[in-house]
């Protein structure tokens, strides 16, 4: 059974492009959870969806990061205009329904940003 | 708030048993698990606790205590490949998100 997948695996922008990434979680896993790591900080919660609907977005960080998930399958998080403070690894999750089973994780796409 | 510590780095020896201590306060508790992670890789499960005790699982076990928020993962008979960051992480309500703690750096030296 393949894992959950994240494309791409780095993007290397300039400050104030656009970049969008993408995360496939294991077939049947309704939750899809976006997580992201910066530089020498703890791994930080981004927001999780249950199916295609934003079941939590707390931790997304302001208005320039926008996550879809149309139809419930794979899972966008747009970042638009890029900063630099938004450099490092995202993280993408998922875990079957009910949610209480563990998360599983995709290798995580590393941000640039320049 | 939310706050999980753990030790940043540990150095052990091949065939050795290492202990990485975990302690948390966060809002709420609905479960602690641990996980490994080899540089560039993804985060891998390895245990989850709910329930007060220990946990077994082959080499690897795991503790919980609720009442003191604390937690620790033993490691037995270390490999070299074992050497990764072993990352703590609090579930704090029923099917949210995980809090994760900083990591720890193991280093299996032969």
């Known amino acids: 059974e393949a894992g959950v997948t994240q494309f791409p695996s780095h993007s290397v922008i300039e400050k104030g492009q656009t970049v969008t990434l993408r995360c496939d979680p294991i077939?049947?896993?309704?939750?899809l959870y976006w997580y992201r790591r910066v530089m020498g900080k703890e791994i930080k919660f981004l927001l999780h969806?249950?199916?295609?609907?934003?079941?939590?977005e707390s931790g997304m960080p302001n208005n320039r990061f926008l996550a879809e998930r149309t139809g419930g399958t794979y899972s966008t998080l747009k970042v638009q205009p890029a900063e630099l403070e938004d450099s490092g690894v995202y993280f993408c999750?998922?875990?079957?329904?009910?949610?209480?089973?563990?998360?599983?994780f995709g290798p995580g796409t590393r941000l640039t940003v320049l | 708030g939310q706050n999980i510590d753990q030790p940043t780095e540990m150095t052990a020896t091949e065939g050795a048993i290492v202990q990485i201590n975990c302690t948390y306060q966060?809002?709420?508790?609905?479960?602690l698990f641990w996980y490994q992670q080899h540089a560039g890789e993804a985060p891998t499960f390895l245990s989850y606790?709910?329930?007060?005790g220990l946990e077994e699982k082959g080499r690897f076990s795991s503790f919980l205590s609720r009442s003191k928020g604390y937690s620790y993962l033993l490691l037995k008979e270390l490999q070299m490949k074992d050497s990764a960051s072993y990352l703590c992480?609090?579930?704090?309500?029923?099917?949210?998100?995980?809090?994760f703690g900083p990591g720890t750096r193991l280093s299996v030296l032969p």
């Open positions: 999750a998922s875990s079957q329904n009910p949610s209480y089973n563990e998360q599983f």
């Open positions: 077939s049947g896993h309704d939750n």
């Open positions: 969806f249950v199916k295609e609907s934003k079941q939590d």
């Open positions: 966060t809002s709420g508790f609905n479960g």
């Open positions: 606790n709910v329930l007060d």
């Open positions: 992480a609090v579930r704090d309500n029923y099917g949210q998100n995980f809090v």
